[in-house]
Nanobody
Framework: QVQLVESGGGLVQPGGSLRLSCAAS????????MGWYRQVPGKQRDLVAD???????NYADSVKGRFSITRDNAKNTVYLQMNNLNPEDTAVYYC???????????WGQGIQVTVSS
């Protein structure tokens, strides 16, 4: 089992920045691909970005150049730095951990990000 606890969401004006954090516990962090997804009401949950233990990253086209995903393996934590936010980024953001060993995916509780003036 993996437990994920997100923090850092909130309300920000267009053009502003936020950093989300996700602390993982319960399983060897090194075996996990960590990621961030987001979901708006009535739509599916979409990948924002993910990162392997070795630091290989993958981004949705809509956030390339504005968002950056990093991980601190010593702290079992993954971060999502979000810059130049726009109202279309408003969503509930979920931290995800995927185990390549067990093929299991785990989710955090979700955190609201609202971009509005």
């Amino acid at each position: 089992q993996v437990q994920l606890v997100e923090s850092g969401g909130g309300l920000v004006q267009p053009g502003g920045s936020l950093r989300l954090s996700c602390a993982a516990s319960g399983r060897i962090f090194s075996s996990l691909v960590m990621g961030w997804y987001r979901q708006v009401p009535g739509k599916q949950r979409d990948l924002v970005a993910d990162i392997t233990y070795g630091g290989r990253t993958n981004y949705a086209d809509s956030v390339k150049g504005r968002f950056s995903i990093t991980r601190d393996n010593a702290k079992n934590t993954v971060y999502l730095q979000m810059n130049n936010l726009n109202p279309e980024d408003t969503a509930v953001y979920y931290c995800s951990a995927y185990s390549a060993l067990t093929l299991a995916r785990y989710w955090g509780q979700g955190i609201q990000v609202t971009v509005s003036s």
